[in-house]
Nanobody, 112 residues
Framework: VQLVESGGGLVQPGGSLRLTCVVS????????MSWHRQAPGKEREFVAS????????NYVDYVKGRFTISRDNAKNTVYLQMNNLEPEDTAVYYC??????WGQGTQVTVSS
């Protein structure tokens, strides 16, 4: 069982990135998925989640209206579209699947 995040990078304030998380060896379509992030010197925090059928999504208040979580159950993949990025969004982003070890994450740096 493994999950691999990708899509991070360096972007200017106001820019966009799309993160991707592919999960293997896991019955992806049965479970809700979520994204979390950890900024330097801070604890890992919840960012967004999506139900197994994508019927509902939840977001932490300070990303609402800027980030969108989605999933493709046929591809065992969950996405995080991040728009209007701010320097405070700088962090390592991780996706989470119940019972699956955390992956390496993908670094997002927002800076001019």
């Amino acid at each position: 069982v493994q999950l691999v995040e990708s899509g991070g990078g360096l972007v200017q304030p106001g820019g966009s990135l799309r993160l991707t998380c592919v999960v293997s060896g896991f019955t992806f379509s049965r479970y809700a998925m979520s994204w979390h992030r950890q900024a330097p010197g801070k604890e890992r925090e919840f960012v967004a989640s999506i139900t197994s059928t994508a019927a509902r999504a939840n977001y932490v208040d300070y990303v609402k209206g800027r980030f969108t979580i989605s999933r493709d159950n046929a591809k065992n993949t969950v996405y995080l579209q991040m728009n209007n990025l701010e320097p405070e969004d700088t962090a390592v982003y991780y996706c989470y699947a119940p019972g699956v070890p955390w992956g390496q994450g993908t670094q997002v740096t927002v800076s001019s």
